[in-house]
């Protein structure tokens, strides 16, 4: 089983955009550790920022892979840039929007934002922005090989897909 | 406008401590991209986007293709790489395909692994002064 980072994807523009939806939830025990009450301090529950990055990763790496059809074992290779300038709390949503910027043989690089929406109000707002690169690993520079199947695009990508009505890009 | 040689080797500069992270100080001619400067085997490709984009004008998209400023698409080719080194054939394409870099730096041992090696900001700047002038 993966770890899945996003909920379902929203809106698919094939070769360029891809957005995803994240629900932050208290049920995530992950938010019980991040971060717990101290003896002067309440809990804190807050989405950590190294997996809202894995989030936009998922959520880019889903686009890459569709490129060629999740034909290509996909995976992150560099995050060049990350910044995220605010909390999200369980009860708010994650939108990751990734676009991709360049594609190449050896990887592709692409471009992200991160919103935030709080029920309460409805509104989006804008709290980070990323720029990361995938490479295809078949076509590394450093020769090494790797297993015939693809082991990144797996049965919980699969899922997904197929819930957010994409399914028919994997078949 | 022709962009000058000194316009040259200060934008890859400033691809080079943006991909690299490298200090300023430390990108002089000479360095080379992995033993002096830190690139792994991804950075290539992260360069080789940055400096697209550093160089494409509104008039002018600057695209590099693949194999044009790194040989990444001969190492799986068996008449170019075989055991870990670069055949005959290997030797004279890369030469050929190559005006940027000076091969005879790693002819003795001709392993894959001394390609690092050729690779250095010289060789960058050059690459791009060449490109351009076509």
Request: net charge negative; hydrophobic share 40%.
């Amino acid at each position: 089983m993966r770890w899945m980072w996003i909920d379902t994807i929203v809106t698919y523009e094939p070769d360029k955009r891809l957005v995803a939806i994240k629900n932050v939830s208290l049920a995530e025990e992950h938010l019980h550790e991040h971060f717990p009450a101290t003896a002067t301090l309440p809990a804190q529950p807050v989405m950590p920022a190294s997996l809202m990055i894995e989030g936009m990763a998922q959520t880019a790496g889903i686009l890459v892979g569709s490129l060629r059809r999740f034909k290509e074992k996909v995976v992150l290779a560099k995050i060049q840039r990350a910044e995220i300038n605010a909390d999200v709390i369980p009860g708010q949503c994650i939108r990751y929007d990734a676009r991709i910027e360049r594609i190449d043989p050896m990887g592709a690089g692409t471009s992200g934002t991160i919103q935030r929406m709080d029920h309460r109000t409805g509104q989006w707002e804008k709290i980070g922005e990323t720029e990361i690169m995938f490479s295809h690993v078949d076509q590394n520079m450093s020769g090494l090989a790797f297993p015939e199947h693809n082991f990144v695009f797996s049965d919980s990508f699969r899922n997904v897909l197929r819930s957010s009505g994409l399914g028919h890009l994997m078949d | 406008m022709a962009i000058s040689r000194a316009e040259i080797e200060e934008k890859v500069t400033d691809v080079l401590e943006n991909a690299l992270g490298a200090d300023r100080d430390d990108i002089i001619a000479t360095a080379t991209l992995t033993e002096d400067l830190g690139a792994e085997s991804i950075d290539f490709l992260d360069i080789q986007f940055q400096l697209e984009k550093k160089f494409s004008t509104p008039e002018k998209a600057f695209k590099i293709e693949q194999g044009e400023l790194f040989p990444e698409n001969m190492m799986s080719n068996p008449d170019f790489v075989k055991d870990g080194k670069f055949t005959d054939a290997g030797m004279a394409v890369l030469q050929e395909r190559m005006p940027h870099v000076d091969v005879s730096v790693f002819a003795s041992d001709r392993n894959v692994k001394g390609l690092a090696k050729i690779f250095t900001v010289k060789s960058l700047c050059d690459f791009i002064d060449i490109k351009l002038k076509k």
